[in-house]
């Protein structure tokens, strides 16, 4: 099957446009991660949902940021008003419910704000 | 206590040698550790994961070492090859908190031909 998808892959937005980015997790994955990564870095929680419940939205940089999953599947990651601090790749990962843990995550999508 | 410390920062291995990454942690609540590797403009891809009720994991050329008491893991890559090359990953989850990953700061690994 095929496994987490992402789109865009690239964004360009001009500071303080708004941005919509969209995963299309694993079939039948009920937990669903948002990661940042920055250049060079560890990726960084932003948010978990399970199924369109958001169960933890700790890791959300600002109130700028807003993430929703209405019917359990697709997420979307919106970024209000970019910034430049904005800029770095967002990476989606999902999970079979329950027990297991292991993480599968997508290609990233990555935010350039100029 | 969240923080999972990663070294070294980066690795050169002649082929056919021994790869090792370390990474230490604080938080006991910790009750799973995996691996991943990340190639250039590719998401992270799960390699090997240990919980801590073993001290030694092995697929393949990819070995885990695990020490509960030191609060310490590390990978091994055994017979390093040039395809091996690609920045590695650990992290480090718990239940408790809902499963998020907690990485640490990745080993640009260069295997040398």
């Known amino acids: 099957g095929a496994g987490v998808s992402q789109s865009p892959r690239y964004k360009v937005a001009k500071r303080g446009q708004d941005v919509a980015l969209r995963c299309d997790p694993i079939s039948g994955h009920v937990s669903l991660f948002w990661y940042q990564q920055a250049l060079g870095q560890g990726p960084e929680f932003l948010t978990y949902?399970?199924?369109?419940?958001?169960?933890?939205k700790s890791g959300l940089p600002s109130d700028r940021f807003f993430a929703e999953r209405p019917e359990g599947s697709v997420s979307t990651l919106k970024i209000q008003r970019t910034q430049q601090e904005d800029s770095a790749v967002y990476l989606c990962?999902?999970?079979?419910?329950?027990?297991?843990?292991?993480?599968?995550f997508g290609p990233g999508t990555r935010l350039t704000v100029t | 206590q969240q923080q999972v410390k990663q070294s070294p920062q980066s690795l050169i291995v002649q082929k056919g040698g021994i790869s090792i990454i370390n990474c230490a942690y604080e938080n006991t609540a910790f009750d799973y550790f995996p691996w991943y590797q990340q190639f250039p403009g590719k998401g992270p891809a799960l390699l090997i994961a240990i919980r801590p009720d073993v001290s030694e994991k092995k697929e393949g050329r990819f070995t885990i070492s695990f020490n509960k008491s030191a609060k310490q893991f590390s990978l091994h890559i055994m017979d390093s090859q040039p395809g091996d090359s690609a920045t590695y990953f650990c992290a480090a989850s718990t239940m408790e908190y809902g499963n998020k990953l907690v990485f640490g700061a990745g080993t640009i690994l260069r295997v040398k031909s």
């Open positions: 990962a999902s999970s079979l419910q329950g027990a297991s843990y292991e993480q599968y």
């Open positions: 949902f399970q199924n369109e419940a958001q169960l933890d």
